[in-house]
């Protein structure tokens, strides 16, 4: 899915603060449970996958756009924020459970990935600002996974499980093309973790 703020083709005249904000906390969670039983052989298999894309951007002015003019040297605007961030989650549990007498085979893949585009930006802009201008694009996500197996026989058992977690965002913050006249200007890219962070844990039994 996609989170977007624009301003483009006008002109703001407004004495005190220009917030353009545009944020995202996607979260999706996945969980599949895989249970197998029989006299002869037995085989169970689970699959869990969570993926989150998507993008959150903030932009004062685009390509092929009509660019942005805010305040002027006479009547200058209080600050001007332009903020974009991602706190998006994914988590996927799978578990696969196989009982048999001869025969018993059991297989659990959990996979969660992450991988958001942030971005706040200016292109053709032209600002005016008594105090702070400030560009912030930021990240802060998680993928937690789990996948458990277990084959319990009176033969032979066997049992593989795999967790993998993957977190991939792309932050930009960038002033392209523009005039920033400002008590102070911030142009800020940050990524982090949140909740668990990246974690994958696997585990099985025969």
Known sequence: SRTNALI???NLLVGGAVNVNAA????LDASAQGV???GGAAVGISIASANVGGEATAKLGQDGGQGVNIGTSGAKAGSVTIG???GDTAEAKAVADAGGLGLAAEGATATATVTP???ATALDATIFASGAVLFDASATNSAVTDAEGVAIAGGIASGGSLAQSTVAALVTADVSGSTVTAG???????VGWTGSGVSADATGSS
């Not at 995202?24 to 979260?27: E, L, P, S, T, Y």
């Not at 102070?184 to 940050?190: F, K, P, R, W």
């Open 36 to 38: 197998a039983v029989a």
């Open 117 to 119: 585009t942030v971005s």
């Open 24 to 27: 995202a906390a996607r979260h």
């Open 184 to 190: 102070s200007l911030g142009i800020d890219a940050t």
């Open 8 to 10: 483009d083709g006008t």
């Open 84 to 86: 974009a961030s991602s």
